[in-house]
């Protein structure tokens, strides 16, 4: 328990750190993180309808019950990425990564599961500038655009099997974060004034989500599970705090103008559905689709008047859908290669953000990965999660991002509760 306190201490530290440098994490609430752990991330993030009490699937609550009276479950990961940027013929490589999630579950009473544990919710961090010339003259103007930040939650969950079929769970988490956005404007003309925009809002604020599991066998040899999952929207009481600062270094003179937009901003109304089949204990295929309803959100615009206000029709509505499967060549086997997790998945996701008046950038994911037993004195439960994950990012006339991404995590998978027989 001692390092999982220490695990669940970085993440909130190292979020500060951001695990991104994308030019599109200044829009909005930044970067979304898809919130899968170890076991599903190399499966496309599928998680509503999986259920397994040998890993936690923070992504539908009802999962939870799953986990046997005498388990204990930590699971800690860490993300490194690199990252191709590429636009007008030009090309650009970024490296960043960081302690990416830590988690915990147990059983709590009989049919009863609870965890807890840190994840992101979307990340900000960029730093980049463009220089235009100025119309009929011969000097030049440079932008600088620079932010930092993101949103982090720490969560607790219980999910309740009501019946042999059917279970429930829910999800409490703690949401809170904060971001900073810089937009410089200078000229190289003797005495032209330096014109510096800065956005910053801290948030601190609840988040809910509720899940449900229905189990059925199909045949002799088959287990369907069917999953679904509501996260409710709700402003998150934080404002928008816009600084203008002109500043003259010929003339000395430094003019500040100060607005704010009180509750500026919102979390989306979520639903997800999904559903897996597992053969045999040994192959399991899943697939899911996710909606988050960011359309019906505004959000504070700097518009071309001079007025800092709520706007519509920046947001749009998202939608996600991942597949993945996980196989086992033999589950009662003995031998090291016949206990690995082989995994696949793909997943596609549309942007939920405008950038002007066209559509931001979609999301494709390919990945794979493996899931590797843990041998020692006590049990072999325990599992490494490898996995590889490709992102391409892009859309029409906009920066094309290619990340790669390596996914380490580990999942302790202990007996904590057994009873020592002494004779």
Known sequence: MVGLLVSMALVPSMAQISSTLSPYSQ???????????????????????????????????????????????????????????????????????????????????????????????????????????????????????????????????????????LSVGVNLSYFWGKYSKTIT???????????????????????LDFGAQWQQPVGKYDLLTVGATVGLGHKLGADADLQIINSNTLSSTVNSTEITVDDAFSIPYTFGLGASLNHKHSLTAALDYTYQNWGSLDYPVFNKVGTYTLQGDYYKNRHKLAAGVDWIPLPTGRKFYQLVHYRMGVSYATPYYKIGTQNG???????????????NTWNNRSTLNISAQWVRSTGCDLIKENIFRINIGLTFNERWFAKWKVE
């Open 185 to 207: 404007m200078a000229t190289n003309e003797t005495g032209a004034n330096t014109e510096t925009k800065s956005y910053e809002t801290s948030v601190s604020s609840y988040k």
């Open 27 to 165: 829009y909005g609430l930044g970067v979304l993180a898809d919130q899968s752990l170890g076991f599903n991330r190399a499966m496309g993030g599928v998680a509503y309808g999986l259920r397994d009490g040998k890993f936690i699937n923070m992504q539908n609550p009802a999962s939870y019950s799953a986990v046997d009276s005498l388990t204990m479950l930590l699971d800690v990961g860490v993300t490194g990425q690199v990252t191709n940027y590429k636009e007008g013929g030009k090309s650009l490589n970024s490296k960043t990564g960081n302690v990416d999630y830590a988690a915990a579950a147990f059983r709590l009473f009989p049919h009863v599961g609870l965890a807890l544990g840190v994840v992101p919710f979307s990340n900000i961090g960029y730093s980049y500038s463009s220089t235009s010339p100025i119309a009929t003259s011969t000097s030049t103007q440079t932008h600088t655009y620079e932010g930092s930040g993101g949103l982090t939650q720490f969560f607790v969950g219980t999910g309740w099997r009501m019946t042999k079929n």
């Open 361 to 375: 950038p979609g999301e494709l994911s390919v990945s794979a990965g493996f899931g590797i037993p843990i041998y």
